[in-house]
């Protein structure tokens, strides 16, 4: 009987109301919003595969672009760099005497991607890195100039040609007419 005695709760119904987000403008036409991206998204990615193998890291550039290409990423450009060679030398035990020489050349393939959305990102980095070769170093970084610095190999000829004429007293001046 004690329950028979409480009031029922009356609780106040929900009011719904119909808003614009705050983003639109009074002059601006709707349909601006949905042409903004769904998700976050990363400008320019660099991805950087290092190895000793070259047809391997070939293989496994093209096996990145594809799933790139699968994920509905733009892959805006594929590039290999100029291979490094690195000396080593290993000396007999408590010496200085050369055991053996090797000369190994250090490969470099990259992959930029543009405009990656946000979820897509960690799914492409998992399959790389589950399908990465041993032997093979990825790097994924965000752009920077000093990318495209390494890329092209300086022109020796003009580089000479530009300190010669440094060394003769630099350019002459153009007089305006």
């Excluded at 009356?10 to 991206?37: F, H, I, M, N």
């Excluded at 509905?72 to 690195?86: E, H, K, N, W």
């Amino acid at each position: 009987s004690l329950l028979s005695l409480r009031a029922p709760l009356l609780l106040p119904k929900p009011t719904y109301t119909a808003t614009r987000p705050s983003s639109y403008s009074v002059y601006e036409p709707d349909y601006l919003e949905s042409l903004k991206p769904k998700f976050p998204q990363i400008e320019c990615l660099n991805v950087q595969i290092k190895g000793y193998d070259y047809p391997l890291l070939e293989s496994y550039q093209r096996f990145l672009h594809s799933v790139a290409e699968y994920l509905a990423m733009d892959v805006s450009d594929c590039y290999a760099l100029p291979p490094q060679q690195t000396q080593v030398q290993r000396l007999r035990p408590n010496s200085t005497v050369i055991e053996a020489d090797y000369k190994l050349t250090t490969y470099e393939r990259n992959l930029q991607l543009n405009n990656v959305d946000a979820p897509q990102y960690p799914q492409f980095l998992r399959i790389a890195q589950a399908a990465l070769p041993e032997g093979v170093q990825l790097t994924v970084a965000e752009h920077t100039d000093d990318h495209d610095e390494r890329r092209y190999v300086p022109d020796k000829e003009l580089l000479d040609l530009k300190t010669e004429l440094e060394r003769m007293g630099g350019a002459t001046p153009t007089k305006k007419k």
